[in-house]
């Protein structure tokens, strides 16, 4: 399982954190009644990198649950769990206490005749380190006779070439499984010149970069008793979330039609409903959208004017956080520089940590007068 985000609350809502735990809590759930051996944690454990007690705390109880049942756990770090400042990240306090195993600085770990080995989150400005660093584990597991599993928080440029970082051409043959973490969309494909399936199971949960949508969370359990790698899905409850488009003068009876559908589920869900023609009462729209209030747990609403022929990309990306880097491409004129601010700065941004993401900026800046022959940054700006 990857990217379950503890401690993160869409719209600062309690009841979106206590679904994230109890995403969690039914992965957790589901291990311990199909009798797994080994839960792998492809990172982004935590939402930011400081996360509150109560996410530690859930950390903490599922693992104990897994313990207890002589359960292993490994883990690597994403972006969300590490500090670009300072600091030790809050996983690593499990691994001292023996309730997980880290794997993520490239160190071979076997365990039932299985081989693991992982890397943590590598930046953009570090990839060509990370492609060195799997070619050598490339080598230290070919002899070996059982199976061997690579973990990865990594975006694949062969599923996404707005977010990701490194190909599948990276990647090295002598694996027979890839366990990989980053996109929170689920992937799952065998490519001809690696050694067995690699699997992005997706994000438990629907976080900040994904926008409302309808759309399934679960994890993969994957048996390996046999030479090739058998991957079984499994879907997780979670709470509904639903966007419509919606003329403004058919939106009273359309609403009624959304209620109906919202009292048959099971849970309050989140909507969103996109409004669209030109001439558009705003006033009549919110009230109109007032009897949602009691219906769902959360509702945003917006207004699409749909006569604009103005159009961002040519090709409409998957999810927020490729709309944004291509926003801030154009924007800023730069790729890398875009790159920097959506993957690296926005995450310590969006979860609070101010003081950190004013740290990490710093260092860049700091760096940045290298970059310019030792020149004093603020001399060479025309800003």
Request: hydrophobic share 40%; charged share 30%.
């Given at each position: 399982m990857s990217d379950?985000?503890?401690?993160?609350?869409?719209?600062?809502?309690?009841?979106?954190?206590?679904?994230?735990?109890?995403?969690?809590?039914?992965?957790?759930?589901?291990?311990?009644?199909?009798?797994?051996?080994?839960?792998?944690?492809?990172?982004?454990?935590?939402?930011?990198?400081?996360?509150?007690?109560s996410a530690i705390v859930k950390f903490g109880d599922q693992l104990k649950r897994l313990k207890e049942r002589d359960i292993r756990v490994f883990f690597v770090l994403g972006e969300h769990d590490v500090s670009r400042v300072r600091g030790v990240p809050v996983p690593f306090a499990f691994h001292n206490i023996g309730f997980a195993t880290y794997l993520g600085n490239g160190k071979l770990h076997e365990f039932d005749n299985t081989l693991l080995i992982g890397f943590d989150k590598f930046r953009a400005s570090e990839i060509d380190d990370l492609v060195h660093r799997l070619k050598d584990a490339d080598e230290r597991v070919k002899t070996f006779n059982g199976h061997r599993i690579l973990v990865l928080h990594q975006g694949l440029l062969d599923f996404n070439k707005y977010a990701g970082e490194i190909a599948s051409n990276d990647l090295p043959k002598n694996f027979t499984y890839y366990a990989m973490g980053h996109y929170h969309d689920r992937y799952e494909q065998k490519f001809d010149r690696l050694g067995g399936p690699l699997v992005y199971p997706g994000s438990l949960e629907l976080t900040s970069s994904e926008g409302i949508r309808e759309t399934e969370k679960g994890f993969y359990i994957v048996d390996l008793s046999a030479e090739e790698p058998r991957t079984h899905w499994h879907?997780?409850?979670?709470?509904?979330?639903?966007?419509?488009?919606?003329?403004?003068?058919?939106?009273?009876?359309?609403?009624?039609?959304?209620?109906?559908?919202?009292?048959?589920?099971?849970?309050?869900?989140?909507?969103?409903?996109?409004v669209t023609d030109r001439d558009i009462d705003?006033?009549?729209?919110?009230?109109?959208?007032?009897?949602?209030?009691?219906?769902?747990?959360?509702?945003?609403?917006?207004?699409?004017?749909?006569?604009?022929?103005?159009?961002?990309?040519?090709?409409?990306?998957?999810d927020i956080e490729t709309e944004l880097f291509e926003l801030a491409k154009k924007e800023l004129g730069n790729e890398e520089v875009a790159r920097f601010a959506v993957k690296?700065?926005?995450?310590?941004?969006?979860?609070?940590?101010?003081?950190?993401?004013?740290?990490?900026?710093?260092?860049?800046?700091?760096?940045?007068?290298?970059?310019?022959?030792?020149?004093?940054?603020?001399?060479?700006?025309?800003?």
């Open positions: 379950i985000h503890l401690g993160y609350s869409q719209f600062n809502l309690e009841e979106r954190e206590e679904d994230v735990y109890n995403a969690f809590a039914q992965a957790v759930d589901t291990s311990i009644r199909e009798g797994v051996k080994v839960v792998i944690l492809a990172g982004d454990i935590f939402h930011t990198p400081k996360p509150e007690g879907k997780l409850d979670i709470r509904p979330q639903m966007g419509v488009s919606v003329k403004y003068d058919e939106l009273s009876a359309r609403l009624d039609e959304l209620a109906e559908k919202i009292m048959a589920l099971p849970k309050k869900p989140v909507v969103h409903v996109k705003s006033k009549n729209v919110a009230n109109i959208l007032s009897r949602l209030t009691n219906l769902v747990l959360h509702y945003r609403w917006d207004i699409i004017d749909e006569s604009s022929s103005y159009t961002l990309l040519e090709e409409r990306p998957r690296e700065l926005l995450p310590l941004l969006e979860s609070g940590n101010t003081d950190e993401a004013f740290g990490f900026a710093w260092q860049v800046y700091e760096r940045s007068a290298k970059w310019l022959g030792g020149k004093d940054v603020r001399e060479s700006s025309t800003g």
